[in-house]
């Protein structure tokens, strides 16, 4: 079992930066594959990008394509969203989730956080 905590979020001007961290405890982080999920008010959860166990495989959405790159680092069982040039569609709560699928990319991911909140103003 793993938990999830995010932190970063906050309030950002349309075309700023902000990099959200999600830090892991419990067993084998590295055994996980690790994603990122957004949802905005009344809308549905949507994916936002994945990364893999290793670290050397991403996949992402083409909304946020060239601005939001996830990382991680399995030594400080940390995954990271840099997210740049944001948008005030991008104004919604982002968690963190955490795969044990062995699908790439994973199909259903088994633990959650609880989420931070992302406000972009225009």
């Known amino acids: 079992q793993v938990q999830l905590v995010e932190s970063g979020g906050g309030l950002v001007q349309a075309g700023g930066s902000l990099r959200l961290s999600c830090a892991a405890s419990?067993?084998?982080?590295?055994?996980?594959?690790m994603g990122w999920f957004r949802q905005a008010p009344g809308k549905e959860r949507e994916f936002v990008a994945a990364?893999?166990?290793?670290?050397?495989?991403?996949y992402d959405t083409n909304s946020t394509k060239g601005r939001f790159t996830i990382s991680r680092d399995n030594v400080k069982n940390t995954v990271r969203l840099q997210m740049n040039s944001v948008k005030p569609e991008d104004t919604a709560v982002y968690y963190c989730?955490?795969?044990?699928?062995?699908?790439?990319?994973?199909?259903?991911?088994?633990?959650w956080g609880q989420g931070t909140q992302v406000t972009v103003s225009s």
């Open positions: 990364i893999s166990r290793s670290g050397l495989s991403t």
């Open positions: 419990g067993r084998a982080f590295s055994g996980y594959a």
């Open positions: 989730a955490a795969s044990w699928n062995t699908n790439w990319p994973p199909v259903k991911y088994d633990y």
